[in-house]
């Protein structure tokens, strides 16, 4: 279902070049300059620093009215002129913005003429792309800069046993887990992009222009030699698909996950990961897969039947709706600002398996996801602090997840994936719920 | 312990290496925008240019300046923002000016609203979306007025959204106008603050009239209840005898502005962003201004006399002079721990057009030494004083904003005739419809930076090493990670009000607070790490 207001009242999605900062972040060495009118920088360098509390350098090409009227070139070739000088990174990732996909500025070209004027700037790898954002949102961004990344950077040369894994925008908490499974996998992993580091970072008396961290250029080029890909990506057409890409580029056969978030899709990862690697699932995981069926069936009064409302990015919504099922949560209302029909299928077909038809919700706003709230009847939220006035509204709890959580620290640190990622959201859940509950018996019992 | 001599030669040469670690033309265009008090007597600066391009700045763009400053604190008021989703999305709560609904009144800041643009809206137009769009926003929301803000694409594709919002007025019989605040236009959010004032003085000011005047009737310009700044000041105000018009835009009713016109006073707090406004109440109400400054003890009561003297009414001076002893002497007590922990701690002020003014006395009062301080988006007055305002060359701006003139309105009885003015002004020593900008109260041996960047940052940071730096989320983090304080001075951190007597105290607090936390201090493990790989 789409809404039926042609206005959109508290947008449930971010703009395209937005995505792409984030994407970039993740690659080793990178800078990201906007092309366009310096606000866009300014406005999402503050909603990127908001949620993760760390610096975060966006450049722009600070186009004004004469520009916008002739074009935008002299700009962007300074700005880029700029950026090297100062920060020397290793990949330069230019993305647009509406006013230069407006005016039909073709950055390709305004930047191959640049490398011409100055073949120096050819040591540094210029990545563009485009993201207006009159369309789609800022996840179109993200894989769209993924897959600039690989168009550019992957190169051909003999097999390696490696596995790629594109987990998509979760957080760095999420990547470093990522991480570790892959190491107890006894199998190198390739992971972009990594914001494990870049956009999680340090404190330790050095300050760094731009953060030690991110995939690096050789790890992006070995991509194409790796055993298969593992993307957390099912909902996004082929052309928006880095497993994809790779697979009809260079012969890698590639499977496309949901993110492993609740027992149904994590043992799906970890069996996927096992049938690639040819290990075994480790011990350690089996355990936590035991624990945490141990958690969810501690859990399981306390949640079985609540009507939970759950919203954010389509794969997100898409595996949380998934977890809510697992541990009898029912959703009754799952959202995403952008999202398509096989957002829909995917969430009919997830929630199938309790006999349950939430009520969905594509290229929505809050505004609506509010009304439909209150209509079902909902006990409770999931995803991003922009949920907080509806929670107020209707007087339930909020489970922050996602991005952006920007009233609360540590949203960059929140564990979502593999099983010990949904025992943490289990937790978090279920204690969210007994806390309320408690506050509301009034006579301060402490046994729940 | 360098003599004062050597440490202001150390200044002059920190601009000197601040201007030659650039390029030779981006260094001599970074000169201009740089000086240091003491160096030269009375410096001169550039200020509201281009900003420069891949130049880590942080500056945004005309669209926060219309929306998000001046036209977004109107609470009864929706802003339809027309345009892709980012710009209404990124301005979405994300300044804290605060606002309460009045009895029985309407308040909708916690809404984003936009027509989120979509590829056919940019190919094809997006007039008749922006008209539905506005009706449903009257249908569903029903406030007191819509206004409808441009973004980038729509100046490039041709949409009027001016003829949109008359129509949408005649049709709808509510307040809708628009403002033509496009990001690209202009090198800042400065010019977006003219669009805005010119857009109420059009469709509001003077709509509506003051049903009840009182002899004390003022308005409050340039106070966006940043954190609770207006809620701060308003029963100190109100207790002198004063009865507040409106606010410009602070916890502001549409209504309220439109009738401003019948005050007998303007006061003014944010130079910057909203002169222009109360420029053209003086040409078309005759209703004159006066530069106050509520941050710090000894301003707030410097204002509070200057008010009371305007007036000349002797139980307003005596209430003020009333109100000024009983909170000096509540205060200054508490004020006082603060001093002596804070004593001789140096701090660095930059934020947008205003404030790095306003807090220099106040950290004075606490102690503390201002060594440098600089504003993103101001002009030349801010920092030297309207005086230049003469001389100063037109820049282009004229092509994206109307410096409108207004004649007195006819039939319309200014408070004061022109001579009554004028002697007024006598009094008070020429401060009325006058403001003498940062520089002059700034003490030698102190930088002043316009449009800092994020390299001059880092190299001001390093060779002056203060104990704490005041700016915004984006410098904040760098400025962590650097192992020095950082508290935000646009959003107050979140805490705030920092004006009147007990916003001083609560400045003092958070100030002390971030640099007494004994975190800091955790920065080396007892395993030195010898390899310290930093660029800084």
Redesign the interface.
Same mark, same amino acid.
């Given at each position: 279902m789409a809404k039926s207001?042609?206005?959109?009242?508290?947008?449930c999605?971010?703009?395209r070049? /937005?995505g792409a900062c984030l994407a970039f972040r993740g690659i080793e060495g990178s800078m990201v /300059?906007l092309h366009?009118?310096? +606000?866009?920088s300014?406005?999402? =360098? $503050?909603?990127i620093? +908001?949620h993760f =509390? %760390?610096?975060?350098?966006?450049?722009?090409?600070? /186009?004004? %009215?004469t520009?916008?009227v002739y074009g935008g070139a002299a700009? /962007?070739k300074?700005?880029?002129?700029?950026?090297v000088?100062?920060y020397a990174p290793a990949v330069l990732g230019v993305a647009t913005?509406?006013?230069t996909e407006?005016?039909g500025d073709n950055i390709g070209m305004i930047i191959a003429e640049l490398l011409e004027e100055e073949p120096e700037l050819r040591e540094i790898e210029i990545i563009p792309v485009s993201t207006?954002?009159?369309?789609g949102?800022h996840m179109d961004g993200f894989r769209d800069s993924c897959i600039a990344i690989l168009e550019r950077l992957a190169v051909p040369r003999e097999k390696t046993g490696a596995i790629n894994l594109f987990p998509g925008f979760i957080s760095a908490a999420d990547i470093r887990h990522l991480k570790e499974i892959m190491e107890d996998f006894k199998t190198p992993g390739i992971i972009l992009p990594d914001i494990s580091q870049t956009l999680d970072?340090v404190?330790?008396? +050095?300050? $760094? =222009?731009i953060p030690p961290g991110g995939t690096s250029m050789p790890a992006i080029a070995r991509t194409a030699r790796s055993a298969c890909s593992i993307e957390f990506n099912v909902v996004s057409p082929a052309s928006q698909s880095a497993a994809a890409l790779l697979e009809s580029r260079h012969d890698i056969p590639g499977e496309r996950l949901p993110i492993p978030i609740g027992i149904r899709n994590c043992d799906l990862f970890f069996q996927t990961l096992a049938k690639v690697t040819l290990q075994p699932v480790p011990a350690r995981y089996k355990e936590e897969r035991g624990r945490l069926l141990d958690a969810m069936v501690d859990a399981h009064k306390y949640l079985f039947g609540k009507k939970a409302v759950v919203y954010g990015d389509a794969d997100f919504v898409l595996a949380l709706t998934s977890f809510l099922i697992d541990v009898g949560v029912s959703p009754v209302v799952c959202a995403t600002g952008d999202g398509n029909r096989e957002f829909i299928s995917r969430i009919s077909q997830t929630a199938a398996v309790a006999g349950i038809q939430p009520l969905i919700l594509k290229d929505t706003d809050f505004?609506e996801i509010s009304e439909r709230a209150r209509e079902t009847g909902s006990e409770l939220l999931i995803g991003s602090s922009k949920g907080n006035?509806i929670a107020r509204r209707l007087g339930i709890p909020l489970l922050r997840v996602g991005y952006p959580i920007h009233d609360r620290i540590g949203g960059q640190r929140l564990l979502h994936i593999g099983y010990r990622g949904t025992m943490n959201l289990l937790d978090q859940l279920t204690n969210m719920l007994i806390a309320r509950e408690q506050d509301e018996l009034g006579y301060g019992y402490s046994y729940m | 312990m360098a003599e004062p001599g050597k440490q202001l030669q150390k200044l002059c040469d920190l601009k000197d290496k601040i201007v030659e670690s650039y390029p030779a033309k981006v260094g001599k265009n970074r000169a201009k925008h740089i000086q240091v008090k003491g160096c030269v007597e009375t410096p001169v600066i550039d200020a509201n240019a281009k900003t420069l391009p891949g130049i880590i700045t942080t500056r945004g763009c005309a669209f926060a300046g219309a929306k998000g400053v001046v036209l977004g604190p109107i609470k009864d008021a929706v802003n339809l923002v027309h345009g892709p989703v980012g710009c209404s999305y990124y301005s979405w709560l994300t300044r804290r000016n605060l606002a309460r609904p009045a009895e029985g009144g309407k308040s909708f800041l916690q809404y984003c609203c936009t027509t989120d643009m979509q590829e056919g809206d940019i190919v094809f137009g997006g007039e008749k979306k922006l008209m539905q769009a506005i009706r449903e926003v009257h249908d569903i929301l029903a406030p007191e007025a819509i206004i409808v803000s441009a973004t980038c694409p729509v100046g490039l594709i041709g949409d009027d959204i001016a003829s949109v919002s008359r129509q949408a007025e005649e049709e709808l019989g509510v307040k809708v106008f628009s403002a033509n605040c496009e990001g690209y236009k202009g090198v800042s959010q400065s010019v977006g603050h003219h669009i805005a004032c010119n857009a109420l003085m059009e469709h509001v000011v003077g709509t509506e009239e003051l049903e009840d005047p009182t002899p004390f009737d003022i308005n409050i310009f340039g106070e966006y209840n940043i954190g609770g700044d207006l809620w701060s000041i308003v029963p100190m105000l109100e207790q002198i005898g004063y009865r507040i018009v409106s606010t410009y835009t602070g916890d502001a009713s549409v209504h309220d502005l439109a009738r401003a016109p019948q005050a007998k006073l303007n006061i003014l707090m944010c130079h910057r962003s909203i002169n222009y406004a109360t420029r053209m109440f003086n040409d078309r109400y005759g209703l004159p201004w006066l530069k106050v400054n509520y941050v710090g003890l000894e301003e707030t009561a410097r204002s509070l006399r200057e008010m009371a003297r305007f007036f000349g009414d002797e139980e307003l001076m005596e209430k003020t002079e009333a109100v000024i002893a009983e909170e000096m002497e509540r205060i200054t007590p508490e004020i006082e721990s603060y001093r002596q922990r804070l004593e001789g701690k140096k701090i660095m002020l930059f934020v947008g057009g205003s404030r790095a003014h306003h807090f220099q006395l106040l950290s004075e009062e606490l102690g503390m030494t201002v060594v440098m301080a600089g504003y993103e988006f101001a002009h030349r007055d801010d920092y030297e004083g309207r005086q230049v305002l003469a001389g100063m060359k037109k820049s282009g701006i004229s092509k994206v904003v109307q410096d409108i003139h207004y004649e007195l309105q006819p039939g319309f009885k200014p408070p004061l005739s022109e001579t009554e003015l004028e002697e007024k002004n006598r009094d008070l020593g020429g401060h009325l419809l006058d403001y003498e900008g940062m520089i002059p109260q700034m003490k030698s041996g102190a930088m002043i930076v316009d449009d800092l960047n994020h390299h001059e940052t880092e190299i001001v940071i390093r060779e002056l090493e203060p104990d704490v730096f005041c700016s915004g989320i984006k410098d904040k983090y760098v400025v962590e990670k650097m192992g020095v304080p950082s508290r935000q001075l646009h959003s107050y951190d979140y805490s705030g009000p920092y004006t009147g007597f007990d916003g001083a105290l609560t400045f003092a607090r958070d100030i002390d607070m971030a640099v007494s936390t004994p975190t800091i201090k955790f920065i080396t493990p007892p395993w030195k790490n010898t390899e310290a790989d930093c660029d800084a």
């Open positions: 207001s042609v206005s959109t009242t508290n947008a999605k971010l703009c070049p /937005l /300059l366009g009118s310096q +606000g866009c300014t406005y999402m =360098r $503050r909603y620093s +908001g =509390r %760390e610096p975060v350098d966006i450049a722009s090409s600070a /186009l004004s %009215e520009q916008a700009n /962007l300074q700005g880029i002129r700029n950026v000088a100062k913005t509406c006013l407006t005016i207006p954002s009159y369309s949102s970072g404190i330790d008396g +050095g300050y $760094r =222009r505004d006035h | -």
